[in-house]
């Protein structure tokens, strides 16, 4: 394998890694810090991916119809966080699980049911629809885009977190929720916008994925168990773990669908060294979390 | 108390069910739910437009259809093949779209004594050596598609094709079917996850490979996911893309828009097939549901007429089940792609098309037929079944 392609291959393990970023930021700060465990995290995402689909053609722009459908997805957030969320909070895991396991189903099918059954297109913009030349290498340009808005958001959530008063609040909520209500904080209300922030962010990857990916009924969930091996991994309710496990994960997962079958290929004949090399790259990041597991059982970068 | 009362309550619903002898009961086992919904939702729309026509009665009987969401999960496949065994009693079950899932359910219902009645997977391993005189396959053998184009590719005179498909049986068919009829160089033959969302990684040793084509079987969302990808990485023009109609079919086409224009691709069925029956059948479909109907919707039809068409034969008497499986397996269907016969593994004999992604007369992307690639053509493991 030459350089060239190893290049390319990093730079795609980099751009998974930023897109698993976005979706478990979010899901972090909503369980590190308000202690819920939001199974319709990926719901949100595929509300983005739909709301940025149906906007494009209406005000016929993709960075209009992207922010619009974050701002949406977030306003959303809020209102299930108010509707159906408020009163799990101090019930345990296992009822926030069934309850937002019960928001999925019922999303779903309010998508099935405006959008219908069959996926729905959603296009990049044309500036952005071929590849770009990097020194030699056509790298898709979508692709780079995804990478440079997943970049500016960990920046964005680095800068909210170490150097704001709301981000004090949330660290200080993330290791001591007790202590921050005993301070007088407005609990109710800064719950309310770490969740309309997290699912905000899981709109904002729906958004950028929908290009890439099939806008469908479902889509959400084939990212959510990534996204929980990410922040399991990373450490629960630590955003600098979160980087640390996408970017760990993303890494993982491409090269090893890279780079394993043609290990494999030194060894036996073509199509054995393609069966068992993609077996083993689709294992690749449960063996990850293992090995992280055994040697720091609460993650990277724990927040407890 | 409550549980007594219950008890008491569905033993009376019991005795108020009239004797099944007169209702023909089918089970619609189909994956309604998650990223493979769109092809059982299909299935289950053309079945019941299918049973609209016959006037809601399948050969002459009353027909009840009982749908069962399978989620695309075979431990939950055939945990609901069992309730429409045991609880439901179901004469037939059909809709399952997955060949994995059809492999799990067939032992629970062959037990069962319940036909089973595929409108989609058609491994290649219940056409051979473990056919079984339960399941019957009213949409192809798996391999008869990928075998249309592996013919076209080779007849083209492609040298180096690049072939990809998902880890599972349908996706090893698939690539044994198109290299059964394309004897040129294999490129590369790359097995991915199923489900996969990102291809990148794949598409970059693909380029690295530098084939001269590149054949593709990815159905439903995967498919969404590796044409979009396949375009955005400049490779669109510049390596022709080729696959079974799976690959390119409207649930697909409607997803990714002008990126899979001028894709040859291959089918039993499409659209345009010029006959009185898919005529109506697509008009009537577009009219129901808004919107083209796919592979998957004509097979969901063609299931239904099949039942129909053996259920007319033996007069409405579901309970010998011999008579009911020779009237099956010797039946002549009129079906939406023309005359189809079966096997002596109970798979079709029909013809293969291939069609090329266009914009339709209306702007919307659809398939047109442009060529017969086969002309009843039967799978190729029909030799290895012992039923004859």
């Given at each position: 394998m030459d350089a060239l392609l190893l290049v390319e291959q990093g730079l795609n393990g980099l751009q998974l890694g930023v897109m698993l970023f976005l979706m478990a930021a979010g899901l972090t700060l909503v369980f590190g810090i308000m202690d819920l465990i939001n199974l319709a995290h990926g719901t949100f995402y595929m509300v983005g991916a739909y709301l940025t689909a149906a906007l494009v053609p209406v005000l016929d722009s993709f960075p209009l119809a992207l922010a619009a459908a974050v701002l949406l997805t977030a306003l959303l957030g809020l209102v299930v966080e108010a509707v159906a969320l408020r009163t799990l909070y101090r019930r345990d895991h296992l009822d926030q699980v069934l309850a937002t396991f019960g928001l999925i189903l019922f999303f779903n099918e309010l998508v099935k049911i405006v959008f219908g059954p069959v996926p729905i297109f959603l296009n990049p913009p044309a500036a952005l629809a071929g590849t770009v030349d990097l020194f030699g290498l056509k790298y898709p340009a979508f692709r780079l885009a995804i990478l440079a808005v997943g970049l500016a958001v960990a920046v964005f959530l680095w800068l909210l977190i170490a150097r704001t008063r709301v981000g004090m609040l949330i660290r200080a909520g993330a290791t001591n929720r007790e202590m921050v209500m005993a301070l007088g904080v407005d609990v109710r209300l800064l719950f309310g916008l770490v969740f309309a922030l997290g699912c905000g962010l899981a709109g904002l990857a729906g958004a950028m994925a929908g290009p890439v990916l099939a806008v469908q009924v479902g889509m959400g969930e084939q990212i959510l168990i990534l996204t929980f091996v990410v922040i399991v991994i990373g450490g629960i309710g630590s955003i600098r773990g979160a980087l640390a496990g996408a970017l760990l994960v993303g890494m993982v997962d491409t090269l090893g669908r890279a780079l394993l079958p043609a290990a494999f290929r030194l060894v036996m004949d073509a199509a054995n060294a393609s069966a068992a090399g993609a077996a083993l790259a689709s294992m690749a990041i449960y063996v990850l979390m293992a090995v992280v597991l055994a040697i720091k059982p609460k993650g990277l970068f724990p927040a407890h | 108390m409550t549980r007594n009362l219950l008890t008491l309550a569905s033993a009376l619903a019991l005795l108020a069910t009239p004797a099944a002898a007169d209702t023909l009961k089918i089970g619609?086992?189909?994956?309604?739910?998650?990223?493979?919904?769109g092809l059982g939702i299909d299935i289950r729309d053309g079945f019941a437009l299918a049973v609209e026509h016959a006037g809601g009665k399948l050969g002459g009987q009353d027909t009840q259809v009982i749908e069962a969401d399978d989620q695309q999960k075979p431990d939950v496949a055939v945990g609901l093949a069992n309730r429409m065994v045991e609880r439901d009693r179901v004469q037939m079950v059909t809709g399952v779209v997955w060949s994995n899932l059809a492999l799990a359910m067939l032992p629970t219902l062959a037990g069962g004594q319940t036909f089973f009645i595929s409108p989609n997977a058609g491994p290649s391993q219940l056409a051979g050596?473990?056919?079984?005189?339960?399941f019957f396959n009213a949409a192809y053998q798996n391999d008869q598609i990928h075998e249309a184009v592996g013919k076209h590719v080779q007849d083209e005179g492609f040298k180096k094709v690049y072939l990809m498909a998902p880890n599972y049986p349908a996706g090893k068919d698939g690539l044994a079917g198109f290299k059964r009829y394309y004897k040129g160089e294999v490129a590369g033959e790359v097995y991915t996850q199923v489900g996969q969302l990102d291809y990148a990684a794949e598409l970059a040793q693909l380029k690295a490979a530098a084939p001269d084509a590149v054949y593709v079987f990815y159905p439903g969302g995967m498919g969404i996911n590796f044409i979009k990808q396949y375009e955005q990485a400049g490779l669109k023009g510049a390596v022709p893309l080729f696959g079974p109609g799976f690959s390119f079919d409207q649930d697909i086409l409607a997803a990714v828009g002008e990126s899979a224009l001028g894709v040859k691709n291959s089918a039993q069925w499409s659209p345009d097939l010029d006959n009185a029956a898919n005529k109506k059948f697509v008009a009537d479909f577009k009219a129901k549901y808004g919107r083209i109907p796919s592979m998957y919707a004509a097979q969901g039809y063609d299931t239904a007429l099949l039942i129909d068409t053996a259920v007319k034969a033996v007069g409405g008497n579901l309970k010998d089940k011999d008579t009911l499986r020779a009237a099956l397996a010797s039946a002549k269907l009129q079906s939406l792609r023309g005359e189809v016969a079966f096997n002596t593994n109970h798979y079709p004999i029909h013809n293969i098309y291939l069609r090329e992604v266009v914009k339709g007369a209306d702007g919307a992307v659809t398939n047109k037929t442009v060529a017969t690639v086969f002309t009843n053509h039967a799978d190729a493991y029909v030799k290895d079944c012992p039923m004859k």
């Open positions: - | 619609m086992i189909t994956t309604l739910s998650g990223p493979g919904a050596a473990q056919c079984n005189p339960y």
